[in-house]
């Protein structure tokens, strides 16, 4: 069996303060994978996050990247962001650039790329997230969906094997989700391993292969997406609910419909029977 | 300073080099400075006025709002240079037609060359101009704290609007001395955020592989000689222009 590409085992951290955010936290994300954390505000997801690319270092347990315990001298955690990105949940905490393709050029050229690979590089990221358009433009007048983008596609031009997101879908209107989610979809069709910290149990279930749900620090559960989210009782404990999906799936006898549109189908198909 | 950047980013010349514009607009700033002012203001004036409306596209509105602030400074200025104080037999104030003249001069020749700068600002965003500043010479240290500060200025800008309108909302300003404790709690709470998002600008840029080097691409444009050339004839025409009139 081959390790997966990142473990945490029994993973505790203190801020300097004092203060447990994390306790004996045990997380693995596999290789080509779609892994959604699941907590409520608070939790802890993002200082869980910050640990997967070795900003924050664990004041007990292990982390290893491919099996290999990490370490954090500059050479190694340039390799291992160069591996794992982390798209932070406030984009304006990301761009600092003048336009967007300025900005998304500095990580490619971080990993000292010639000026035409990264080029090549920043082009490819823009088209995945269908903001090629916006290469020229100046980054404070772009929206907030529009800013959200960027800061993923200056990640994506580094080619990370996995792309970390905080709260991916924070702030965004539904059609913004929804394009998000198909890039990336696409992206993860090509072979790019995700991670993304969310509160949100209707995306988890939506998106998901796998679900941690997450609580006071620790991982209460990591299993199938529609397994772990049928524990209602674990749910409760995460202060969290169930999907509503998942409890309308539940109620017919067919096998587990995880897409919204087919689920509703069956259900009005269900209805106008019984009417 | 939103409408002067949002043009900058806009106008019809946006995509021209850089140094096309740079370089006629810095000459001109010249010979404003040095020629007679009654003669080369006007001129230089109309010149870089036609230049932002006629060619870049930018509403003369805009221009004259832009050259409005220096020009109302400007305008109250010139009593003070036209009048003159005098203590040597008790105390007399003289309106000497010297001061007069002096001061229409300084006055035609500050908003000559104000009227070149915002030609400059008005068609080219700053980002354009740092591959120039660089390679004239100026350390990367300069040029990557002018590139954080242009981008940090329109994030603190836009908080501090949001900070006083809802400040506002719960009727903030609604006395003067209310007004006054609202702006210090504004201006101490941005500080605050200030830190806070440094320290998160850190966290961001690091897991873009920042090793003390904000190194991006740089804008290119293609350089037009002829339209360089041009550009620099017509500044030299007003030049002499302004010697035979």
């Given at each position: 069996m081959t390790a997966p590409l990142l473990a945490l085992c029994g993973v505790d951290y203190a801020y300097p303060?004092?203060?447990?955010?994390?306790?004996?936290?045990?997380?693995?994300?596999?290789?080509?994978?779609?892994?959604?954390?699941?907590?409520?505000?608070?939790?802890?997801?993002?200082?869980?996050?910050?640990?997967?690319?070795?900003?924050?270092?664990?004041?007990?347990?292990?982390?290893?990247?491919?099996?290999?315990?990490?370490?954090?001298?500059?050479?190694?955690?340039?390799?291992?962001?160069?591996?794992?990105?982390?798209?932070?949940?406030?984009?304006?905490?990301?761009?600092?650039?003048?336009?967007?393709?300025?900005?998304?050029?500095?990580?490619?050229?971080?990993?000292?790329?010639?000026?035409?690979?990264?080029?090549?590089?920043?082009?490819?990221?823009?088209?995945?997230?269908?903001?090629?358009?916006?290469?020229?433009?100046?980054?404070?007048?772009?929206?907030?969906?529009?800013?959200?983008?960027?800061?993923?596609?200056?990640?994506?031009?580094?080619?990370?094997?996995?792309?970390?997101?905080?709260?991916?879908?924070?702030?965004?209107?539904?059609?913004?989700?929804?394009?998000?989610?198909?890039?990336?979809?696409?992206?993860?069709?090509?072979?790019?391993?995700?991670?993304?910290?969310?509160?949100?149990?209707?995306?988890?279930?939506?998106?998901?292969?796998?679900?941690?749900?997450?609580?006071?620090?620790?991982?209460?559960?990591?299993?199938?997406?529609?397994?772990?989210?049928?524990?209602?009782?674990?749910?409760?404990?995460?202060?969290?609910?169930?999907?509503?999906?998942?409890?309308?799936?539940?109620?017919?006898?067919?096998?587990?419909?995880?897409?919204?549109?087919?689920?509703?189908?069956?259900?009005?198909?269900?209805?106008?029977?019984?009417? | 300073m939103q409408a002067i950047d949002h043009y900058a980013w806009t106008n019809r010349w946006r995509n021209r080099h850089p140094l096309e514009k740079l370089l006629p607009a810095l000459t001109l700033l010249l010979l404003t400075l040095v020629l007679p002012p009654l003669r080369i203001g006007p001129l230089a004036l109309a010149g870089t006025t036609l230049a932002t409306v006629g060619g870049a596209g930018i509403p003369l509105k805009t221009v004259l709002g832009v050259l409005a602030a220096p020009a109302a400074f400007l305008l109250a200025g010139i009593p003070f240079l036209a009048i003159s104080l005098s203590f040597n037999d008790g105390f007399s104030l003289h309106f000497s037609p010297d001061g007069l003249q002096l001061a229409l001069e300084t006055s035609v020749r500050a908003l000559a060359a104000v009227g070149c700068l915002s030609f400059l600002t008005l068609t080219t965003p700053m980002a354009d101009l740092i591959p120039l500043v660089r390679r004239a010479g100026v350390p990367a240290g300069i040029i990557e704290l002018i590139l954080l500060i242009y981008r940090l200025i329109f994030v603190f800008a836009e908080r501090a609007l949001t900070g006083r309108q809802a400040q506002a909302a719960r009727l903030g300003y609604s006395r003067f001395d209310r007004g006054l404790r609202s702006t210090g709690l504004l201006a101490g709470n941005l500080f605050q955020r200030a830190l806070a998002r440094a320290r998160r600008l850190e966290i961001g840029l690091a897991a873009r592989g920042y090793a003390g080097d904000l190194k991006v691409l740089q804008l290119e444009w293609p350089l037009s000689w002829p339209r360089l050339a041009l550009a620099m004839t017509l500044v030299g025409l007003t030049g002499l222009a302004s010697g035979w009139i």
């Open positions: 303060n004092g203060v447990m955010a994390l306790r004996g936290l045990n997380l693995t994300v596999a290789k080509g994978q779609k892994l959604a954390i699941l907590g409520a505000n608070g939790s802890g997801k993002t200082t869980l996050l910050l640990h997967l690319n070795g900003t924050l270092q664990p004041t007990r347990g292990a982390i290893r990247l491919d099996g290999q315990p990490v370490r954090y001298d500059h050479r190694a955690l340039t390799d291992w962001r160069r591996r794992v990105g982390l798209v932070l949940q406030e984009p304006e905490d990301q761009l600092f650039a003048a336009t967007v393709g300025q900005d998304v050029s500095f990580g490619p050229l971080n990993l000292g790329l010639s000026e035409a690979e990264a080029r090549e590089q920043v082009n490819e990221a823009l088209t995945a997230l269908e903001i090629a358009d916006l290469a020229d433009r100046a980054t404070h007048t772009l929206s907030f969906g529009q800013k959200k983008r960027v800061a993923i596609a200056g990640i994506l031009a580094m080619r990370p094997e996995l792309l970390a997101l905080d709260e991916p879908t924070a702030g965004l209107d539904s059609q913004g989700v929804a394009r998000l989610l198909d890039a990336l979809q696409q992206l993860h069709e090509t072979g790019a391993t995700l991670v993304f910290a969310t509160h949100d149990v209707e995306l988890a279930y939506a998106w998901a292969d796998q679900v941690a749900i997450f609580h006071q620090g620790t991982v209460l559960r990591q299993d199938e997406a529609t397994v772990a989210l049928a524990d209602r009782d674990l749910l409760r404990r995460a202060r969290l609910q169930s999907p509503l999906l998942l409890e309308l799936a539940q109620l017919l006898p067919e096998p587990l419909l995880r897409s919204r549109d087919a689920l509703l189908e069956q259900l009005r198909r269900r209805l106008k029977i019984e009417d | -």
